[in-house]
């Protein structure tokens, strides 16, 4: 089992960025593909980053392509979510999500495939 932490979410002003980190505990994590959620007031929780186990692979919902960054740094057992030009939409709650899995270079992108989830941070963006 892994156990998942996720920091870094606050109130910004429209254009600007906040760090996501999620820390996780327990089994090894460098064992997992991670994922970030999230899920806005009244909507589904959607797919919004994923890296694979190595870090080689990532994937992005077309609505934060080229704003966010997924990494992960396996030594620290640690993987973050870099947001820039947030917009108001982006506004949710934000979930780090594990999925344990043989392959090094899978990510994914549903959230019904991962295991393990954070309890979720709120980031709120200011028009």
């Known amino acids: 089992q892994v156990q998942l932490v996720e920091s870094g979410g606050g109130l910004v002003q429209a254009g600007g960025s906040l760090r996501l980190s999620c820390a996780a505990s327990?089994?090894?994590?460098?064992?997992?593909?991670m994922g970030w959620f999230r899920q806005a007031p009244g909507k589904e929780r959607e797919f919004v980053a994923a890296i694979s186990r190595s870090g080689v692979g990532t994937g992005y919902a077309g609505s934060v392509k080229d704003r966010f960054t997924i990494s992960r740094d396996n030594a620290k057992n640690t993987a973050r979510l870099q947001m820039n030009s947030l917009e108001p939409e982006d506004t949710a709650v934000y979930y780090c999500?594990?999925?344990?899995?043989?392959?090094?270079?899978?990510?994914?992108?549903?959230?019904?495939?991962?295991?393990?989830w954070g309890q979720g941070t709120q980031v709120t963006v200011s028009s």
């Open positions: 999500a594990a999925k344990g899995t043989y392959s090094i270079s899978t990510y994914y992108y549903r959230d019904d495939e991962y295991n393990y």
């Open positions: 327990g089994h090894s994590f460098s064992s997992y593909s």
